[in-house]
């Protein structure tokens, strides 16, 4: 028989040791997050807690805790994919820890414009193909929106919503994504502020990098919002255990 002394430190070896492991976890494998806005609708919803891999890029300072200075680089550094839905800190030091969530659509080299609400890379506008219209919510009233699938080079596909072609957004200049930098975009074209506007964060160096986003874990999105969705109970069970593409 153990004593009560001893089963005590056992105990706290235990509690320990978990508390080691769930800190690793979190620090060198994944970590979770929610999406704060509607740029990544119909993708990602409001409410959505998000599980993101820290070790998908390698690690830098915005991945790792503490204030690690990686002296702007990153450890083990690999490059995202066009089509990566990623989590970023903001490019400015005015933002400080704003965190973002959007998707990779441009890699250093490529060339980005947008034209009559088409999305052309290199020099090639992307097919994209009507799924379906919904009456959804955007700006406090309802509107009616398009789906579409867009495919991107090399073939990966997504879901982008249009409001129309003719928006802000739908005609730009040509961006050239410079070495060590990413383009990104929210897949809710038409409201959503990323690398395209003069006012946004611009082109997203890799050291801001957190992760990539891989798994909706669950959600807490109103489904009375999100009435394209099947909900059921009022939650929208439809997202929770989903592979994020």
């Known amino acids: 028989m153990l004593g009560k002394g001893h089963r005590a430190l056992l105990l706290l070896r235990d509690i320990a040791i978990y508390g080691v492991a769930y800190l690793l976890f ?4 994944y970590a979770s997050y929610y999406v704060p806005s509607d740029s990544m609708r119909p993708t990602l919803e409001v409410g959505d807690r998000l599980l993101v891999s820290k070790f998908a890029y390698g690690y830098s300072g915005q991945s790792l805790p503490f204030g690690f200075d990686l002296s702007q680089g990153r450890l083990f550094e690999r490059l995202p994919r066009r089509g990566d839905v990623v989590v970023f800190k903001g490019t400015t030091k005015a933002e400080g820890d704003v965190v973002y969530i959007k998707r ?10 947008m034209t009559g609400g088409r999305l052309s890379i290199n020099g090639r506008e992307l097919p994209r193909r009507l799924i379906r219209t919904v009456e959804t919510v955007a700006w406090g009233h ?6 579409y699938e867009e495919t991107l080079p090399g ?7 249009e ?9 730009t200049k040509l961006y050239v994504v410079p070495k060590g930098h990413l383009f ?3 897949d809710n074209r038409d409201n959503s502020s990323d690398s395209r506007p003069s006012d946004g964060f ?11 986003a891989e798994i909706l874990t669950f959600s807490l999105a109103d ?7 099947h909900c059921h109970f009022g939650l929208p069970l439809g997202r929770y255990a989903a592979v994020i593409r």
């Open 184 to 186: 990104m975009m929210g």
């Open 202 to 212: 611009g082109m997203v160096p890799l050291s801001r990098l957190i992760g990539r």
């Open 155 to 161: 073939g990966r596909t997504h879901v982008i919503r």
């Open 163 to 171: 409001f129309g072609d003719n928006y802000p957004l739908d005609d």
């Open 104 to 113: 990779v659509i441009g890699l250093p080299g490529d060339t980005i414009r």
């Open 142 to 147: 309802p509107v009616l929106a398009s789906d």
């Open 223 to 229: 489904c009375a919002r999100i009435n394209e969705d």
């Open 26 to 29: 979190h620090t060198l494998a």
